[in-house]
């Protein structure tokens, strides 16, 4: 009885810590980085409508915007019905997802996948895996999915 509680509380623990490092919200307004948003926002766009298999790699010293950049174009790219219906978001944060494995198991719980053998994950969708925030040091060498 007193076990589950502390797994009741670890859990509820573990759920406010990923809110709050993994999500954020867009700001009002962007300045000054028009260029980096059309590109970032078409690139989305592409590869959720047309399946394309881009990456982006979004850098810049702490506090410049990368996130709030991101957190813009997921609103906008949220209020496209082609896009919507395509779009899947992964959240990871590197304070978290330490190693390859740990973003996996991460992945598979946000996708609420069912197909997980051991280390290998099996999927028949197209999906973006979003970094809000990865600190070089701990971006995985290879994510296989």
Same mark, same amino acid.
Request: charged share 25%; aromatic share 6%; with cysteine.
């Given at each position: ?81 082609? $896009? ?5 978001? $992964? ?29 290998? $994950? ?24």
């Amino acid at each position: 009885s007193s076990s589950r509680k502390k797994s009741a509380v670890v859990l509820q623990v573990q759920k406010i810590l990923r809110e709050r490092f993994c999500h954020h919200h867009a700001p009002e307004k962007l300045f000054g980085m028009d260029h980096q948003y059309r590109h970032l926002l078409e690139l989305l766009k592409r590869t959720t409508v047309h399946g394309e298999s881009n990456s982006a790699l979004v850098i810049g010293p702490r506090g410049s915007g990368k996130t709030a950049l991101l957190n813009w174009v997921l609103k906008e790219l949220r209020k496209m019905k082609q $896009v919507r219906e395509n779009l899947l978001e $992964v959240h990871l944060n590197g304070l978290l997802q330490t190693n390859d494995k740990v973003a996996l198991k991460e992945i598979t719980r946000q996708l609420q996948l069912e197909n997980v053998i051991g280390d290998k $994950v099996f999927v028949s969708i197209n999906f973006i895996i979003l970094f809000a925030y990865l600190p070089q040091k701990s971006l995985p060498r290879k994510l296989a999915l």
